[in-house]
């Protein structure tokens, strides 16, 4: 279960495979990685998870043919493109984004089917989404788990790879101060310092954000994960 920790946490890393999920979904699994079953949404978008210890990677797409009726979906494109925080009260997380300033949509509740000792069951969610992105090419928003035992099943954190959790993730950008600084402001955080470049403190992992003068704008380059032996390496996405 799930558990606030004091600090705004991460939740999980979309990574966009457009129409290529049962394409692309070998290539993780030779990886070693333990995928979900495939889950259909009701707007037409499907996804994979690699799940780990208190986060998890989507695989995010939609079928061959058949893009989704979300346009902010069907118009992403290939590769780590979005991040997701997580917040225990919804609307708590609303209220605040909108007094910071941010344009943020009404909290909506979603379901989809999930697998759950081999029984299908509805994994529901409250999301908090911005009506405008607050730093453009990284899409965000806020995930409430309203049935996280859906999602972290000890069976699927069970990688024959020993991958472990989330450690870091890596971006690049112009100004690496402002977004970072933006980040924080979106997580309740505060920036740091960090080398030639900037972090974000989550609860359970750091976003980097390093200078990158000829990023037009910022972007998000890898995940780095930790195995059960403690060793960091960088997730192969394959696009």
Known sequence: MLHPVGRTEFDHAVVMVRDRLDALSPHFERQGFRLSDKSVHNLGSCNRLIVLEGA????????????????????????????????????????????????????????????????????RFHTVRFAEQPLPGIRMYFCRHLTPECVWQPDLMAHPNGARSLLRIDARAADARAVAERLAQV?????????????????????????????????????????????????????
Not at 80 to 95: G, M, N, P, Q, S
Not at 209 to 230: H, M, Y
């Open 56 to 123: 998890y990677v989507e695989l995010l797409g939609w079928p061959p043919g058949a893009p989704p009726a979300r346009k902010e979906i069907a118009d992403s494109p290939f590769g780590l493109e979005a991040l997701v925080f997580r917040t225990y009260d919804a609307e708590a997380t609303y209220e605040r984004l909108r007094a910071a300033g941010f344009a943020v949509n009404p909290v909506q509740e979603l379901t989809r089917a999930a697998m759950l000792d081999g029984e299908e069951v509805q994994a």
């Open 187 to 239: 997580a309740d955080v505060v920036a740091e310092p960090a080398g030639e470049g900037w972090d974000v403190p989550l609860a359970n992992l750091r976003i980097h954000v390093r200078p990158d003068e000829s990023a037009a704008r910022p972007v998000l380059c890898s995940l780095t994960l930790e195995n059960r032996d403690g060793a960091h390496y960088a997730l192969d996405t394959g696009l």
